[in-house]
Nanobody
Framework: VQLQASGGGLVQPGGSLRLSCAAS????????IGWFRQAPGKEREGVLC???SDSTSVKGRFAISRNNAKNTVYLQMNSLKPEDTAVYYC???????????????WGQGTQVTVSS
């Protein structure tokens, strides 16, 4: 059972980035998926989550979508700001959607840097 987050990189302020969260050993569409981030010197915080019954979830500049055929979930990030710089993690769980303790499986994280 493994989650792998990818797609991070360096992007200019105002730009967009799409992160991917791919699963092996289990099927993501049965799980709630959360994206979290941790900036240097700060605690990890929630970005957005999607329940197992939804195909998309949108909050402001961020959106989550599923591709069940690829067993992958995406985090689309638009109008990025320097304060969005962090390591981004995806997680899968079958309890609730918002709290970190509700997730049983975690990816390794992918670095997003927003800078000119």
């Amino acid at each position: 059972v493994q989650l792998q987050a990818s797609g991070g990189g360096l992007v200019q302020p105002g730009g967009s980035l799409r992160l991917s969260c791919a699963a092996s050993g289990f099927t993501l569409d049965y799980y709630n998926i959360g994206w979290f981030r941790q900036a240097p010197g700060k605690e990890r915080e929630g970005v957005l989550c999607i329940s197992s019954s939804d195909s998309t979830s949108v909050k402001g500049r961020f959106a989550i979508s599923r591709n069940n055929a690829k067993n992958t979930v995406y985090l689309q990030m638009n109008s990025l700001k320097p304060e969005d710089t962090a390591v981004y993690y995806c997680a899968a769980g079958s309890m609730g959607c918002r709290e970190q303790y509700e997730y049983a499986y975690w990816g390794q994280g992918t670095q997003v840097t927003v800078s000119s």
